[in-house]
């Protein structure tokens, strides 16, 4: 009992920041796991079943609130699903020390560019008119899903944070149709995962049981976040959701000192404070201006 609320626990957390930010469900969760010892595979393996029940209940939750563009979703989740089976694979047959290095690189520069687009540029520039393609959608799905397996988690960082920097789509249909899609993703990982496990591989059902049902209560709550949220707020906390937690990562591939590690997620965290008081002053300063126009428009 005490297993199942704790990783409970641990699933209401990692939900409320995948719910309302498109990602970090997997990073938390499987993060949790392998600092306890569990083996990478079986870590990601348990993350995954989870997200099964905790992905159905978060693409629900935000059907509800309008924040789901289908089609989006639809070209996600094939090739996201091909993806993860493939990650599934090579997780646990392979080493992942250089791509993990590499993929984090890139996550950290998209994740900054994320930040500083939401955070500091006008509003007009952030979102176009023009809908994702499948031209870029099917790779997006392909290279996330595999990430995702593969690494423990990464759907919501590679997908949201490229959906978001290519500024197709506003910051809460990201959020919703990514974590949609990453419903079709988890089950297809699972499967992946219990065809590939050796017999001496052996999962815990108990702290599965213990992040779905705690993923589960969270996801309408995030879901309703999300829609709260203004877009540059929430593409501010994307941002620097996955800059802080991408340089922590390298930091610790890299072995550096902890003084040198201190002070880097420190200047990363005031990065990241600033961005958001710049996002929050922006949309007040927006707001008053919207509210200045509606007063001085002629009644009719």
Do not use: C
């Not at 006008?122 to 593969?150: C, I, Q």
């Not at 919501?156 to 990514?178: F, M």
Request: proline share 4%.
């Amino acid at each position: 009992m005490q297993t199942l609320l704790l990783f409970g626990l641990a699933g209401i957390l990692a939900q409320l920041v995948d719910g309302s930010l498109g990602m970090a469900f997997g990073v938390t969760a499987t993060t949790t796991l392998v600092t306890l010892g569990t083996a990478p595979a079986v870590a990601s393996a348990a993350v995954h079943l989870a997200e099964v029940g905790t992905t159905l209940a978060s693409g629900v939750s935000h059907w509800r609130f309008s924040n789901i563009d289908w089609r989006t979703v639809a070209t996600l989740a094939v090739p996201g699903a091909i993806g993860a089976v493939l990650g599934a694979y090579v997780l646990t047959s392979l080493p992942m020390d250089f791509a993990e290095v590499w993929i984090t690189t890139v996550l950290l520069v998209l994740g900054l560019y994320v930040l500083v687009r939401f955070a500091f540029l006008r509003l007009g520039t952030l979102v176009t008119t023009r809908r994702p393609t499948a031209r870029f959608l099917a790779p997006l799905g392909l290279v996330a899903g595999f990430v995702d397996a593969s690494g423990g988690g990464g759907w919501g960082p590679v997908a949201t944070t490229t959906l978001l920097s290519s500024g197709r789509l506003e910051p809460r249909k990201v959020v919703g149709s990514v974590d949609t899609s990453e419903f079709i993703v988890a089950l297809a990982a699972s499967a992946g995962f219990l065809l590939t496990l050796s017999h001496e591989e052996s999962l815990n059902y108990t702290v599965v049981a213990g992040l779905m049902l705690g993923g589960v209560l969270a996801a309408p709550l995030a879901a309703w976040l999300v829609r709260k949220l203004p877009p540059r707020v929430l593409g501010a906390a994307a941002g620097g959701l996955i800059v802080f937690t991408n340089a922590r990562t390298l930091l610790n591939s890299a072995e550096t000192d902890q003084t040198v590690t201190t002070v880097v997620l420190t200047l990363v965290g005031v990065l990241w404070a600033v961005g958001l008081t710049a996002a929050i002053r922006s949309v007040r300063e927006e707001r008053r201006r919207s509210e200045q126009r509606q007063d001085e428009a002629p009644v009719a």
